[in-house]
């Protein structure tokens, strides 16, 4: 968003990329501590605090933080890892969990007062999940497939007239292997970015028109930004919601794939 | 060296598609460690929780119904010894209506057959009373009618034999005719 005349001083700017998503150093010296390295390790710390509060000595009759939590892996399990490993479910629960939470408690960084910055909004931490996930899969596709036999299913499911072949198989190959696991951490990382920049856009134009340059023309335009900014902060908690589940539900998927040939 | 680094975490700040290296390792590093923690360590805890939970929902619904069961049988038993009580009641009170019957026939009979005793003995003693009476009357009337009849023919009837025979074929004319009447 440069413009090619400089904007005056007192002229309202968007915000950009690089304002919102560049951070220097928390402590002069340490260059790797910054804030999306510290709320990532936050994140885990919240995470593992929470579930071990939740899970740490589950009781039959569920009591406070527990009940908050088995609604959270209820969600997973019937939502995301049934529909897609069946009877495996259970044995890739763990898994699915820690992708759900630390997803969401990843992007629910971004409504926080205060804290507002979705560490997913850094392609690094989906990358890191998504890389994680698409080596599972490869292993998993070639433990229960065989070598060759996962990569036939995967490039030449059967029942299909021979010429398909040709223009499927390549296909086939780009989408599951290397298409996949990028729109895989793309997705989380887009949405949250996309979401980052809008807020911080409404929210910029209400602090801006209403406090550093209030005008009677500019008070409405204020306005509006607040208004705006409290729409989109309850509509990007749904998406942040969204993409969590959908980022389990990828995975559940891919898992799934790998263990059984598709039909 | 750290300037270099800098640079280059300032070159990469400017795509947002390029990962920052010491983001990867702080991302893989977090990931592994709540994995390791929440996937391993937890997730079993609570899956063994839920299960139990299942055994003891499923146990508490087993046992509710073996309760409804025995109770049912239980109720059935009782419904089952009612009937047979009421069966047996009634079977006793017919029992006692029937013996109660027989002993009132039984008695009716009795004063039937006493009563017809009490009938035949006074018919008897009647019989036996008209018998003497008649005995007695016979010799009476005998005795007054030879008395008449020899006080109106004279002596010639003096005769005890013939005064007899006169006397006894007079009497059982007397009679037939007075049995005829009483027929």
Redesign the interface.
Known sequence: MITLTAPAEDQFKAPSPDELFTFSPIINGVDWFTKPVLLALLSSVVVIWFCWAAFGSPKIVPRGVQNVAEYGYMFVRDQVARPFLGKDADRWMGLLVTLFFMVLLWNIMGVIPVVQFPVASHIAFPAVLAGSIYVLKVYLGIKHQGAVGYFKNMMFPPGLPKGIYLLLAPIEFLSNLIIAPFTHAVRLFANMFAGHMLLAFFSMVGFWFLFEKLTPLGAGVGVVGVIMTIIFTGFELFIQFLQAFLFAMLAAMYIGGSLHAEH | M?KA??LL??EE??N?????T???????F??F???F????L?????????A??TD?IEGGIKRAEEAQAEAQNLQKQYREQLAEARQEAGRLREEAREQAAQIRAELREEAQAEARRLVDAAHAQIEADRQAAFTQLRAEIGRLSTDLAGRIVGESLEDEARQRRVVDRFLDELESSNAQAVR
């Open positions: 750290m680094a800098t975490a300032a700040g400017s947002p598609l390029i990962p920052h010491f983001e990867l390792v702080v991302g893989i977090s990931f460690v709540v994995l923690v929440v996937g391993r937890l997730v079993p805890r609570i899956q063994k929780t839920l139990e939970r003891a």
